[in-house]
């Protein structure tokens, strides 16, 4: 079992950055990919970024947020950060990080466990 919390959200002007944290606790955190999701509201759950589990040598992101965003792990303190840049109005949404033993990075259900999410707003 591993519990995930966000933190780091908040409200930012256009242009700006913000540095989401993603703690875990519970066994086994290393072995898990973990990925941040993002929704705005009347919209669907989308995939935002991910990373490997152990080392975190691979990375994968969404095509919106590429060259923004970089997403890395710190297995020492079992915590995935997101680091955003250039935030946009368009990035602002409530963004979630889960655990992922096995599968597709970019989707969502096949994801094993969720945090309650951070909200990220973003003004023009």
């Known amino acids: 079992q591993v519990q995930l919390k966000e933190s780091g959200g908040g409200l930012v002007q256009a242009g700006g950055s913000l540095r989401l944290a993603c703690a875990a606790s519970g066994r086994a955190f290393s072995m898990y990919h973990i990925g941040w999701f993002r929704q705005a509201p009347g919209k669907e759950r989308e995939f935002v970024a991910a990373?490997?589990?152990?080392?975190?040598?691979?990375?994968y992101y969404a095509d919106s947020v590429k060259g923004r965003f970089t997403i890395y792990r710190d297995n020492n303190r079992s915590t995935v950060y997101l680091q955003m840049n250039d935030l946009k109005p368009e990035d602002t949404a409530v963004y979630s990080c889960?655990?992922?033993?096995?599968?597709?990075?970019?989707?969502?259900?096949?994801?094993?466990?969720w945090g309650q999410g951070t909200q990220v707003t973003v003004s023009s």
């Open positions: 990373i490997s589990e152990w080392s975190g040598i691979t990375t």
């Open positions: 889960a655990a992922l033993a096995s599968g597709t990075y970019s989707r969502d259900y096949e994801y094993d466990y």
